[in-house]
T-cell receptor
Framework: NAGVTQTPKFRVLKTGQSMTLLCAQDMNHEYMYWYRQDPGMGLRLIHYSVGEGTTAKGEVPDGYNVSRLKKQNFLLGLESAAPSQTSVYFC??????????FGPGTRLTVL | AQSVTQLGSHVSVSEGALVLLRCNYSSSVPPYLFWYVQYPNQGLQLLLKYTTGATLVKGINGFEAEFKKSETSFHLTKPSAHMSDAAEYFCAVTWMDSSYKLIFGSGTRLLVRP
């Protein structure tokens, strides 16, 4: 039981490049979330999903897109990366409101 | 709108001393409250949670927190700090009918002096 996994762990992009972050969970959770963590700001919600085929915007969605084609996977895309998107990205999943399980994070640097 | 405030971005205690990390929330509906811990270069791990029932909740590693509705607080305590408690701690709130989206405080870094 791997829990929540994230791929890749590290990535460096140039401004304007695109990339996709993959989150996978093997706990059969309905809810999945993408957060970004910046110093002194805690974690902020980017997008989330309440089930396969559904997505919704969180607090800071601009510049990101997501897809949930399979229940176990939640993809976060950056179409044209900007330096302001340099951050640590965390994926989480939840069966209900009782607890969110977090992945180990992806450290992204945009030059 | 719901929000979370953590007083003190850094808290320093001596090993063996009481740990008190403060969290206040703003919510117009009954909240679910959480404390998470993050060790360097790792993800977040749940320490404890309050959803319903007993307002004093106990978590892992000897931590506990008390939900005080009248004070809109959920402070985290531990009677005796250990060096291994040094980490960053996040308070978070969610609620029903929100798709359980978590709103986090800005975090408190706990330093433990030998």
């Amino acid at each position: 039981n791997a829990g929540v996994t994230q791929t890749p762990k590290f990535r460096v992009l140039k401004t304007g490049q695109s990339m996709t972050l993959l989150c996978a969970q093997d706990m059969n959770h309905e809810y999945m979330y993408w957060y970004r963590q910046d110093p002194g700001m805690g974690l902020r919600l980017i997008h989330y999903s309440v089930g396969e085929g559904t997505t919704a915007k969180g607090e800071v969605p601009d510049g990101y897109n997501v897809s949930r084609l399979k229940k176990q996977n939640f993809l976060l895309g950056l179409e044209s990366a900007a330096p302001s998107q340099t951050s640590v990205y965390f994926c989480a999943s939840s069966l209900s409101g009782n607890e969110q399980f977090f992945g180990p994070g992806t450290r992204l640097t945009v030059l | 709108a719901q929000s979370v405030t953590q007083l003190g971005s850094h808290v320093s205690v001596s090993e063996g001393a009481l740990v008190l990390l403060r969290c206040n929330y703003s919510s117009s509906v009954p909240p679910y409250l959480f404390w998470y811990v993050q060790y360097p270069n790792q993800g977040l791990q749940l320490l404890l949670k309050y959803t319903t029932g007993a307002t004093l909740v106990k978590g892992i590693n000897g931590f506990e927190a008390e939900f005080k509705k009248s004070e809109t607080s959920f402070h985290l305590t531990k009677p005796s700090a250990h060096m291994s408690d040094a980490a960053e701690y996040f308070c978070a709130v969610t609620w029903m009918d929100s798709s359980y989206k978590l709103i986090f405080g800005s975090g408190t870094r706990l330093l433990v002096r030998p």
